[in-house]
T-cell receptor, first 116, second 115 residues
Framework: AQSVTQLGSHVSVSEGALVLLRCNYSSSVPPYLFWYVQYPNQGLQLLLKYTSAATLVKGINGFEAEFKKSETSFHLTKPSAHMSDAAEYFCAVSRGGYSSASKIIFGSGTRLSIRP | EAGVTQSPTHLIKTRGQQATLRCSPISGHTSVYWYQQALGLGLQFLLWYDEGEERNRGNFPPRFSGRQFPNYSSELNVNALELEDSALYLC??????????????FGSGTRLTVV
């Protein structure tokens, strides 16, 4: 079975500082991994995804994430935070395929706040 | 290309009433997923439909039900509404042929408020 743990329900950084949102996963098979962003009262938007190609994945809005199999981690980073990055971020895992077990499992989310 | 569309955007109902929420997937996507996002509870998986059939459901009572139409659009029905059903309901679609590698595309959600 797949599972996702996001460390820290709330992260606050200063504008211009490094953003680091942590995600650890558990999967019995090579996983697909995703980061989604949710702005207030909106749906989720895909930031980036890992599908067994390059371990360093670049996404939209300057975000990137590195897949580390040995650490079962997929942390999200951005070198310099902008006020517009304030949102809820969800890490997610899927085993792929087509079955009830293949649906995407979401973490509990991390709310990112940016201090001026 | 149109994204996943949900209607209505907001819905206010009285306790005990029924609510109907609608979702149109991206063209070519046959799988539709429903999630409930209540305050402080994250994303809770509700239902998965594909090719007109219910494929999987989450840990919700039977008063949460739905269906998928031949054009792959979907409807979520919530009967006998309770105050704790107040939440943002999100619909997502995916192309099952990619095996989930593309992730889901989400709609903007329906905000259901039960008073």
């Amino acid at each position: 079975a797949q599972s996702v743990t996001q460390l820290g329900s709330h992260v606050s950084v200063s504008e211009g500082a490094l953003v680091l949102l942590r995600c650890n996963y558990s999967s019995s098979v090579p996983p697909y991994l995703f980061w989604y962003v949710q702005y207030p009262n909106q749906g989720l938007q895909l930031l980036l995804k890992y599908t067994s190609a390059a371990t360093l994945v670049k996404g939209i809005n300057g975000f990137e994430a590195e897949f580390k199999k040995s650490e079962t981690s997929f942390h999200l980073t951005k070198p310099s935070a902008h006020m517009s990055d304030a949102a809820e971020y969800f890490c997610a895992v899927s085993r792929g395929g087509y079955s009830s077990a293949s649906k995407i499992i979401f973490g509990s989310g991390t709310r990112l706040s940016i201090r001026p | 290309e149109a994204g996943v569309t949900q209607s209505p955007t907001h819905l206010i109902k009285t306790r005990g009433q029924q609510a109907t929420l609608r979702c149109s997937p991206i063209s070519g996507h046959t799988s539709v997923y429903w999630y409930q996002q209540a305050l402080g509870l994250g994303l809770q998986f509700l239902l998965w439909y594909d090719e007109g059939e219910e494929r999987n459901r989450g840990n919700f009572p039977p008063r949460f039900s739905g269906r998928q139409f031949p054009n792959y659009s979907s409807e979520l029905n919530v009967n006998a509404l309770e105050l704790e059903d107040s939440a943002l309901y999100l619909c997502a679609s995916t192309d099952k042929m990619t095996g989930g590698a593309d992730g889901y595309t989400f709609g903007s959600g329906t905000r259901l408020t039960v008073v």
